[in-house]
């Protein structure tokens, strides 16, 4: 083999092998800082892994909303429509923050499937909603009436 043809070639290897390795090493970084999404049907389905930072979005449910007295600890449910899941966060909830308005918390799931929020993001207007929990309620709801027509069609056989 030519000496410039072999020089080319290890060249073209040791590049291939650094990027490789530079590309193992930020996946390797940045595996803790994913923080998935689940709607709280895949909570409650088991779906959402326990003890990994996750996010859980959906409206919270009316009524649900239960402030401590003594500290800032705030316990409300939400839901997608179909399925709802208790979160407790510690800390000052946003301004924006209301029951029946849309909300996506980032924290960890626990082993009674309680969502233990360490940030608590709500909608800034009555216009918008973030996509997720857009996304995750249609979702939710195409699946219901899924459910409900092969149910309806099970009970007219």
């Keep these: ?40 049907s895949s909570v409650v389905l088991g779906e959402a892994p326990i003890n990994v930072n ?37 800390g000052i909830l946003p301004d924006m923050f209301a029951e029946g308005g849309g909300a996506v918390a980032t924290g960890k799931l626990d082993e009674n499937f309680i969502f233990i929020a360490s940030t608590v993001l ?7 909603m973030p996509p997720e929990v857009t996304f995750a309620m249609d979702e939710a709801r195409l699946h219901t009436k899924k459910l409900n027509s092969e149910a309806g069609s099970l009970n007219n056989n």
């Design 54 to 90: 996750i996010r859980v979005g959906g409206m919270v449910v009316e009524g649900s909303l239960i402030r401590a007295e003594d500290s800032l600890l705030s316990i409300f449910k939400v839901t997608d429509g179909v399925s709802e899941v208790k979160v407790q966060h510690e």
């Design 122 to 128: 709500a909608k800034h207007d009555e216009n918008y």
């Design 1 to 40: 083999m030519h000496p410039l043809r072999r020089y080319r070639l290890t060249m073209v290897i040791f590049i291939v092998v650094m990027t490789s390795i530079a590309v193992g090493l930020m996946s390797f970084a940045l595996r803790k800082n994913i923080n998935l999404f689940y709607t709280p």
